[in-house]
């Protein structure tokens, strides 16, 4: 009997035990179900979020406190988002372009046009704007494909500010964020209104230069097209140009140029050189910034290009000489001399550093069926209230920067 009730008793221990293991497991699952739903509550759990790693490589970036840069008023977290065509082994072309929060919704027609690598830095000048900038980030690696593949995002802000995760009071933000195209809506709204280099936050300056060096640095061993964020390139433009035939530089480093141009209704972005022919005939298109500074771009030398046979394959058109103050968009190796980051907000910064190609020795090629295309006609009204300060000031500083140039490259025979 004594036995009898001793095994009774080991018996219920052992039930008691296997129970308790079993509570520990279901508790340990539910925990781990709830922090996964502490992010899926995000977007209301109706939508699958990207896998883990997407999610730790954000956390890990913010958790590390970015870096400050040379002039230390700036922080930067590289590599927001990365995406996958880092890895690859044959050379491509990557579109480097920046953006403030009011236009980061001009990524999704850059991305469907591109369909390729694209790197990009953000800029977000106060706390309120880092919180949102982070926010629509993860928004963006959860719900957009396309931009987890292919984008690599940056953010930069000013070094008194610091990011971090998103965290479940944020709810309200993505409440209506169920599919990507309700992320570029959002974006959309966030921008409307917005003037380009109009800062809400006190004693913020954008810092165009170094935001465009930040995006150029993961470029690596392909070439790169450096664009404004509202500019849309031709259809086809990647892949035509990585089809086009390598000739040699005869000694001398070049750049191949993309002629831009301006629309008037953004509807109807032209894909290829027939259709902007057909635009620039009614008045829709013109040469980019020809309102406001016809010099700016007149060495592209745009009548012979609107000239040129149509069709056939892309190839180098005709060669050009730099002359002051162009400031040309082009396809570039990623050895081509860094931007001037001391130029901030409006003026002179693409030209400093088209000034010092030249200095350098650099050829401008332009090519046959690549083009550009602005957002809108660039018009004086469209501009914010300080850009003619800001263009004295840099006016001053590009001064300065031509005789530094004097001195970086003292056998060079050109000046700008």
Same mark, same amino acid.
């Given at each position: ?13 052992? $039930? ?133 593949? $292919? ?162 394959? $892309? ?102």
């Amino acid at each position: 009997m004594q036995c009898s009730c001793f095994q009774v008793l080991v018996a219920a221990l052992a $039930l008691v035990a296997g129970l308790q293991l079993l509570y520990l497991a279901l508790l340990s699952g539910l925990h781990g179900q709830d922090q996964r739903s502490h992010y899926a509550e995000l977007f209301q759990g109706r939508r699958s979020l990207p896998s883990d790693g997407h999610k730790e490589r954000l956390k890990q970036v913010l958790a590390s406190g970015g870096r400050l840069d040379a002039s230390r008023q700036y922080r930067i977290y590289q590599d927001m988002l990365r995406g996958t065509w880092d890895g690859e082994h044959s050379q491509d072309v990557v579109l480097v372009t920046h953006t403030s929060l009011s236009n980061l919704h001009h990524t999704q027609q850059l991305v469907e046009r591109w369909r390729g690598p694209l790197s990009m830095a953000l800029f977000a000048p106060g706390p309120a704007e880092v919180h949102l900038a982070t926010v629509m980030i993860y928004a963006l690696a959860a719900l957009c494909a396309p931009i987890r593949h $292919l984008v690599r995002l940056h953010l930069v802000c000013q070094a008194d500010q610091v990011a971090a995760f998103p965290e479940l009071e944020d709810h309200d933000e993505f409440a209506r964020l169920q599919a990507c195209g309700d992320v570029f809506t959002k974006l959309a709204r966030v921008g409307a209104g917005q003037r380009n280099y109009a800062m809400d936050v006190v004693n913020a300056s954008y810092p165009n230069n170094l935001l465009r060096n930040v995006a150029r640095r993961v470029v690596g061993g392909h070439w790169m097209l450096v664009v404004d964020v509202d500019m849309v390139p031709s259809e086809g433009l990647r892949e035509a140009f990585l089809a086009l035939p390598r000739v040699a530089d005869e000694g001398m480093p070049r750049v191949l140029v993309v002629p831009a141009f301006e629309i008037r209704h953004t509807r109807r972005i032209p894909g290829t050189k027939i259709e902007l022919l057909q635009l620039y005939q009614v008045g829709e298109i013109r040469p980019f910034y020809e309102e406001l500074c016809p010099r700016c771009q007149a060495p592209t030398n745009y009548s012979h290009w609107l000239n040129l046979p149509v069709g056939g394959p $892309l190839h180098v058109a005709y060669e050009v000489e730099w002359r002051d103050p162009w400031e040309p968009f082009y396809i570039g190796a990623s050895s081509v001399p860094n931007y001037d980051e001391r130029f901030k907000q409006y003026g002179f910064n693409r030209i400093s550093q088209a000034c010092e190609l030249h200095m350098a020795g650099y050829r401008f090629s332009v090519l046959s069926n690549a083009f550009l295309v602005h957002k809108g006609f660039k018009v004086a009204s469209d501009f914010h209230a300080q850009k003619d300060a800001e263009n004295q000031r840099n006016k001053v500083l590009f001064r300065q920067f031509k005789q530094e140039l004097k001195i970086r490259y003292p056998t060079s025979s050109r000046r700008c």
